[in-house]
């Protein structure tokens, strides 16, 4: 008789989240839509003047050179490449074949060249400072996205991601402050993330309750708890309550000192680290490992995992409260890195961003981390176009991030599926 530690995979586990649907147009119509506007800013949109992007710091093994270039003829060579590798994405999707990855990529690194070039005429990119912030400004969302993806690879829909993230931050702060600990803080963060999730669980799990539902109420709920708090504890008590000591910037010898990827890399706090662990951890316990075998089966058919004798609501409780943990360490980078005490709502819905870099990623922790830090890097790039004096107006700099959101999910990510049996609850027998 198979045990679970012998256990076959139930059809379809090993690529729950990865199935494709038949080949749709949407990637190769969203490539042209985004051509499209690269060509109205070479034709009508002109701006004179040269654009500098700076490569290196000062503390870097050798110094790379400034590459300067002219506005308006980078412009127009990437509107030309765009378009080829537009018109290259239509031959495969006419030839039956999905939109590769690495085109997508390719597209999006070129098209953000031409752009800069265009937004910063007359100006100097630092771009060592535009990479590293965007790694710093994605931390919390990749922690959520990591628990998002543990939560739903279970079969657990994850919507409480921003609560997650609003409550760890809150704890960090508070209880970073009375134990003047960071680690304290980070230690709490995780443990109210945690709360969080056995509170999604105690719903989704043992009593059946919609899971969307749920999450949405935990995130309202977690929004007032904190406001209250914060009005009626922590800002009666700032300096006792609400002033938390932050992790300072920690350099890796040697690595730190390589040009461009040094600085961006290695030159930063200990959550950019845990958070570069965090990511492997939880690709190896999913996909190497019999607890992350066990989850999957859990996820895409808990009947046949039952029935070779994984305690299937078991498993998705152990793991609820694993991503939450894990989410609530990316709420503790907005109190112990970013800023210097708690305030209201300041997550700002980043847990929803979350999971739409969890559906971008197609339920895969490696994929949901870049899709994350892809939502970090247009956060970034909003605030140091405002400060470049850029001309694209201050309310789609606001909105930049959120529109990166919804293109790449609604054009990008194609047609995949979640795990069998993410959102369904499990009644045995």
């Given at each position: 008789?198979?045990?679970t530690?012998?256990?076959?995979?139930?059809?379809?586990?090993?690529?729950?989240?990865?199935?494709e649907?038949?080949?749709t147009?949407?990637?190769?119509?969203?490539?042209?839509v985004?051509?499209?506007?690269?060509?109205?800013?070479?034709?009508?949109?002109?701006?004179d003047?040269?654009?500098?992007?700076?490569?290196?710091?000062?503390?870097?093994?050798?110094?790379?050179?400034?590459?300067?270039?002219?506005?308006?003829a980078?412009?127009?060579?990437?509107?030309?490449?765009?378009?080829?590798m537009?018109?290259?994405?239509?031959?495969?999707?006419?030839?039956?074949?999905?939109?590769?990855?690495?085109?997508?990529g390719?597209f999006?690194v070129?098209?953000?060249?031409?752009?800069?070039?265009?937004?910063?005429?007359?100006?100097?990119?630092?771009?060592?400072?535009?990479?590293?912030?965007?790694?710093?400004?994605?931390?919390?969302?990749?922690?959520?996205?990591?628990?998002?993806v543990?939560?739903?690879?279970?079969?657990?829909?994850?919507?409480?991601?921003?609560?997650?993230?609003?409550?760890g931050?809150?704890?960090?702060?508070?209880?970073?402050?009375?134990?003047?600990?960071?680690?304290?803080?980070?230690?709490?963060a995780?443990?109210?993330?945690?709360?969080?999730?056995l509170?999604?669980?105690?719903?989704?799990?043992?009593?059946?309750?919609?899971?969307?539902?749920?999450?949405?109420?935990?995130?309202?709920?977690?929004?007032?708890?904190?406001?209250?708090?914060?009005?009626?504890?922590?800002?009666?008590?700032?300096d006792?309550?609400?002033?938390?000591?932050?992790?300072?910037r920690?350099?890796?010898?040697?690595?730190?000192?390589?040009?461009?990827?040094g600085?961006?890399?290695f030159?930063?706090?200990?959550?950019?680290?845990?958070?570069?662990?965090?990511?492997?951890?939880?690709?190896?316990?999913?996909?190497?490992?019999?607890?992350?075998?066990?989850?999957?089966?859990?996820?895409?058919?808990?009947?046949?995992?039952?029935?070779?004798?994984?305690?299937?609501?078991?498993?998705?409780?152990?793991?609820l409260l694993?991503?939450?943990?894990?989410?609530?360490?990316?709420?503790?980078?907005y109190?112990?890195?970013?800023?210097?005490?708690?305030?209201?709502?300041m997550?700002?819905?980043?847990?929803?961003?979350?999971?739409?870099?969890?559906?971008?990623?197609?339920?895969?922790p490696?994929?949901?981390?870049?899709a994350?830090?892809?939502?970090g890097?247009?956060?970034?790039?909003s605030?140091?176009?405002?400060?470049?004096?850029?001309?694209v107006?201050?309310?789609?700099?606001?909105?930049?991030?959120?529109v990166?959101?919804?293109?790449?999910?609604?054009?990008?990510?194609g047609?995949?599926?979640?795990?069998?049996?993410d959102?369904?609850?499990?009644?045995?027998g």
């Amino acid at each position: 008789m198979s045990t679970t530690t012998d256990m076959p995979v139930p059809a379809n586990v090993e690529g729950a989240g990865t199935v494709e649907a038949p080949v749709t147009w949407k990637a190769a119509v969203m490539l042209g839509v985004v051509s499209l506007a690269m060509a109205y800013l070479a034709l009508f949109e002109q701006r004179d003047g040269e654009t500098t992007f700076r490569l290196a710091t000062a503390n870097d093994f050798f110094e790379l050179p400034e590459v300067t270039v002219s506005a308006n003829a980078a412009v127009g060579v990437v509107t030309l490449a765009l378009i080829a590798m537009t018109a290259f994405a239509a031959y495969l999707t006419y030839r039956g074949r999905q939109t590769s990855l690495w085109l997508v990529g390719v597209f999006s690194v070129v098209a953000m060249i031409g752009f800069l070039a265009w937004a910063a005429a007359g100006e100097t990119v630092p771009v060592v400072g535009l990479l590293a912030g965007s790694i710093t400004l994605a931390v919390p969302l990749v922690f959520g996205a990591l628990g998002g993806v543990l939560g739903e690879r279970a079969g657990v829909v994850n919507i409480a991601i921003d609560g997650q993230l609003l409550f760890g931050a809150f704890a960090g702060a508070m209880f970073g402050t009375l134990l003047a600990s960071t680690w304290g803080g980070l230690v709490a963060a995780m443990l109210a993330g945690a709360v969080v999730a056995l509170l999604l669980g105690f719903f989704a799990i043992t009593y059946y309750v919609q899971q969307v539902i749920v999450g949405v109420v935990l995130n309202v709920l977690i929004i007032g708890v904190t406001s209250f708090l914060f009005s009626q504890v922590m800002a009666e008590n700032p300096d006792t309550l609400n002033s938390p000591p932050h992790f300072s910037r920690i350099t890796i010898p040697l690595l730190g000192d390589i040009p461009l990827v040094g600085p961006v890399l290695f030159r930063q706090t200990i959550l950019v680290y845990l958070m570069y662990v965090a990511v492997a951890v939880v690709y190896f316990a999913l996909f190497r490992t019999k607890w992350g075998l066990r989850v999957r089966a859990v996820g895409e058919h808990p009947k046949a995992a039952d029935t070779v004798g994984i305690k299937v609501n078991r498993t998705r409780y152990t793991t609820l409260l694993i991503a939450g943990m894990v989410a609530g360490a990316g709420g503790a980078t907005y109190t112990l890195v970013s800023v210097p005490q708690f305030g209201r709502e300041m997550t700002g819905g980043a847990g929803y961003i979350a999971l739409a870099a969890v559906i971008f990623g197609r339920w895969h922790p490696i994929r949901a981390t870049l899709a994350a830090l892809l939502f970090g890097f247009a956060t970034n790039l909003s605030g140091v176009l405002s400060v470049l004096g850029s001309p694209v107006p201050s309310q789609f700099m606001l909105m930049l991030p959120y529109v990166v959101t919804v293109v790449a999910v609604a054009g990008l990510v194609g047609h995949s599926r979640p795990p069998a049996a993410d959102g369904i609850p499990y009644r045995k027998g």
